[in-house]
């Protein structure tokens, strides 16, 4: 395109002089240019003419430049002018927004700093420009400084000036701030009412949201589609997914006009909420209104297909985009990753890696680490784990915590060691997520004295710091120590949820501690007002059961006032099995045979409980109604960790290097704990015989030889 086309040869003249008619020219021609190459020439005939002396014309110079995203140019102009020790705030403005509307911070509050040391005083455009840069640099003593800059020039009533202060303190979390300055304002605009809902929306404070939405209201001021998607995302960003799309629902009933940013809200809200139905709607919503060409609404329905586990419009989406950024891959590896299709995923993976253009960053690294380690695959996990350290990629706080997650499954403690010496030296060690990964990871590993010391170097700890730690203390039988977290927990003002007492009630039944677990469970519906779960009712069952109290555990769950599931029941049945109680074992294993859910570990159960009780011909009745039936039995296994290699043992597997050192050391601890009164379990030893003939028969199935 030639820019020059509109201009006649005679009006651009060889002159020294810088005339207004000059200047309008050549600012009509930057107005025009649309590539880099265009500008230039432009720049080079100011130069040529010298009309660089315009103040001006520098200016807009200057903004053609960072429009075209040339900032460095941009900032040469502006190095380059004569006119940066004078008052031109046009000039200073407009190179302070090249740096800012780029996100150079840091270099605009240079400027800023350079600015007053030359004596040139800010005036209304500069200050919102220097509060956005501090804002996002995030230190608050930065960001109170500027503030006293405001109010030493006058500026606490400039309504654009507040209105960035408000905006300021929200990023900062601090919204007592920002609510202070709201509520001295004397004039409010709409960015002013919507920038306090959205800074509580930040904060994941829907209620604080709520009230600004309401206030407004009743001010007269009717909501307009920005605050409307402020308060949708308030509500999402706190869970509250089904109130969001009621409140969508309430938008569109008063004919508010849905924005791009709206739709997208409630796609997450649907992927969250695993309702493909709805979502297919707002798809279709999406097409009729005309976002179908908006990128990162694509890239939201991508998100939300694959989180519906529909990865096949997930794909045909990604397919039909005509430019995939990288938000799009990592949408649908993500999308394959926690549907479990983890090849699929790392398929997506490596054709990404081999963009001419793009290459895989921390979130696509994140979501394959993620997904090996939520099908349990964590070898795999910890493999593509070193691969990312070695391509340079630096982890965050969700690739930290899912190797963590990792780390406490395979009980690598070592590894684990090594993970929070890194978040330590990366300043990490700050994040609520990581710390609570590293209480997981200690405690499941059993080394308690580091989780705890990780738990009391928690600042502000939330629900789940104190929700990891007592299950950590349960799993590993000490109950008194979980019991005193918790109601340690309760003194410092922490509501407990449902997790809460599964944790409790479950370090309880491990504990041995019937009473303490019985007023717990009674606290749940009677001080907190929370219902009890599937999941709580078959802690109380094992509860009762491993105390010996069959009989009150079998009534427990016939009084439920739900449908006990196999949970339940074979909690119970593994009660019976434990002491041996055969009467009680019978009915509770026909509820569970009854339900045809096809368990072999019921049948299992059943044939050692029989065995036990020297009644051979009932246990292979149930080994080989379990055959008949196809169940076959996994047979479990165990690994540890010595000096960076892992051994795995399995039943019946005579491979395992020094086998025979292994079993001579048994035989010794047996010899100990029969010299120090141990009585030991007939049914375990029975089922040891049973794998011991599995494997002298050579059978690969444990139910062939009873046929």
């Known amino acids: ?52 002396q315009s103040g001006f014309l520098t200016a807009r110079l200057i903004n053609v430049y960072a429009r075209l995203g040339l900032v460095f140019d941009a900032q040469k102009v502006f190095d380059t002018t004569p006119f940066q020790g004078t008052s031109n705030m046009l000039l200073w403005n407009s190179i302070l927004r090249a740096n800012v509307s780029h996100g150079f911070y840091e270099k605009a509050l240079k400027l800023y700093d350079k600015m007053r040391r030359l004596g040139v005083w800010a005036d209304g455009f500069t200050l919102p420009l220097v509060i956005r840069a501090s804002a996002f640099m995030g230190r608050f003593r930065l960001c109170k400084n500027v503030h006293s800059h405001v109010l030493q020039m006058g500026f606490q009533n400039h309504l654009h000036v507040v209105n960035e202060l408000m905006g300021m303190y929200g990023k900062l979390g601090q919204m007592d701030y920002a609510r202070q300055l709201f509520d001295k304002m004397s004039v409010r605009s709409y960015v002013s009412w919507n920038t306090l ?36 995302s308030s509500h999402a960003r706190c869970g509250r997914n089904e109130k969001t799309l009621e409140l969508y629902g ?6 508010i006009e849905t924005t791009a940013e709206a739709l997208a809200v409630v796609l997450s809200v649907c992927a969250d909420l695993s309702v493909v139905d709805k979502g297919r709607k707002i798809h279709g919503y999406v097409i009729r209104g005309g976002f179908k060409d908006y990128l990162f609404l694509n890239n939201a329905l991508i998100c939300m297909y694959g989180k519906c586990g529909d990865v096949e419009n997930a ?95 395979l009980a690598v403690i070592n590894l684990g060691r090594e993970i929070h010496s890194h978040v330590v030296r990366a300043w990490m060690d700050g994040n609520i997520l990581v710390g609570n990964g590293l209480i997981n990871m200690y405690t499941k590993c059993g080394n308690f004295r580091e989780g705890h010391r990780v738990f009391e170097n928690i600042d502000c700890k939330d629900l789940i710091s104190w929700n990891t730690v007592i299950a950590g203390y349960g799993m590993h039988g000490f109950g008194e120590n979980a019991l005193r977290i918790f109601y340690q927990m309760l003194k410092l003002g922490f509501k407990p949820d449902k997790v809460t007492f599964i944790a409790v009630l479950s370090a309880c039944s491990h504990a041995g501690l019937v009473p303490e677990g019985h007023r717990v469970f009674n606290q749940m519906t009677e001080v907190y007002g929370i219902e009890p779960q599937m999941e709580h009712y078959a802690c109380m069952v094992d509860l009762l059961g491993r105390a010996g109290l069959l009989q009150e555990g079998s009534n427990f769950v016939k009084n ?74 996994i047979r479990g296994h165990s690994w540890i960790q010595v000096k960076n290699m892992v051994f795995i043992f399995s039943a019946g597997n005579t491979t395992q290097a020094g086998l025979e050192l292994i079993h001579g050391i048994l035989y010794n601890l047996s010899l100990q704990m029969e010299s120090e009164g141990y009585i030991p379990n007939k049914g375990i030893i029975q089922e040891n015989i049973d794998k011991e003939l599995d494997l002298m028969v050579g059978q690969s199935d444990w139910l062939d030889m009873m046929a």
């Open 315 to 409: 794909y045909k989406l990604f397919l039909g985009l005509a430019s995939k950024s990288l938000v799009s891959w990592n949408a649908l590896i993500s999308s394959y990753a926690e549907s479990g299709l983890c090849d699929e995923a790392l398929r997506i993976f490596s054709q990404l890696d081999a963009h001419p253009s793009l290459s895989p960053n921390i979130i696509s690294w994140s979501a394959i680490i993620g997904g090996f380690s939520s099908t349990g695959q964590g070898e795999k996990s910890l493999e593509f784990f070193r691969e990312m350290q070695r391509a340079g990629v630096m982890p965050n706080s969700v690739t930290i915590c899912s190797v963590l997650s990792v780390c406490a499954e």
């Open 250 to 255: 309430m938008m569109r009933v008063r004919g």
């Open 197 to 232: 809902v959205s800074s509580y929306a930040f904060n994941y404070d829907c209620d604080g949201a709520s009230e600004i939405f309401r206030r407004m209201e009743l001010n007269g001021l009717e909501p307009n589609p920005v605050t409307w998607t402020s308060l949708l």
């Open 1 to 52: 395109m030639n820019i020059y086309r509109h201009i006649h040869p005679t009006q651009i003249i060889s002159s020294p002089s810088v005339t207004t008619e000059i200047v309008n020219i050549f600012e009509r021609l930057l107005q025009q240019c649309t590539l880099p190459k265009q500008c230039k020439q432009v720049h080079t005939q100011i130069l040529t003419m010298g009309t660089c």
């Open 560 to 633: 439920m006032p739900m449908e006990p599931n196999v949970c339940v029941w074979s909690a119970l049945l593994n009660s019976c099995r434990m002491h041996q109680n055969t009467d009680i074992a019978e009915e509770t294993a026909t509820h569970i045979f009854n339900m045809n859910l096809e368990l072999a570990g019921s049948y299992m159960l059943m044939s050692n409980i029989y065995a036990a009780s020297g009644r051979w011909e009932d246990s292979a009745k149930v080994r080989i109604s379990a055959k008949t039936k196809g169940l076959r039995k």
